[in-house]
């Protein structure tokens, strides 16, 4: 009986995984682009909520320094390696670069 992988996270979703194969190198970097630029302005979004009288510069400066402070901790892999147990599993090729790379 084979057990799929859970992660704090929930399970992989192996359909989105085969989909993002198919990708080109470069749709994979917009989809990329897109999912930065829906973190940044949900995170924006928190901050008008949060400090409603500050202005947008300010809200912007903070917004700089919230992805600063999150690139300060050390991630959880855990995801990240289901994700590769996944890609092998189902035998869909990956190459591991940039910033991300230095951390596994």
Do not use: W
Request: aromatic share 4%.
């Amino acid at each position: 009986m084979e057990v799929e992988p859970v992660s704090r996270f929930g399970p992989v979703d192996i359909e989105l995984l085969h989909i993002r194969s198919k990708l080109s190198p470069g749709q994979r970097i917009l989809a990329m682009l897109d999912a930065r630029e829906l973190l940044v302005g949900l995170i924006c979004g928190r901050l008008r909520q949060q400090y409603l009288h500050l202005a947008a510069k300010k809200i912007n400066l903070k917004v700089l320094e919230e992805i600063d402070r999150a690139q300060q901790i050390r991630p959880d892999l855990s995801l990240f390696l289901d994700i590769l147990r996944q890609l092998e599993e189902i035998g869909v090729p990956y190459v591991i670069i940039g910033g991300f790379a230095a951390t596994v």
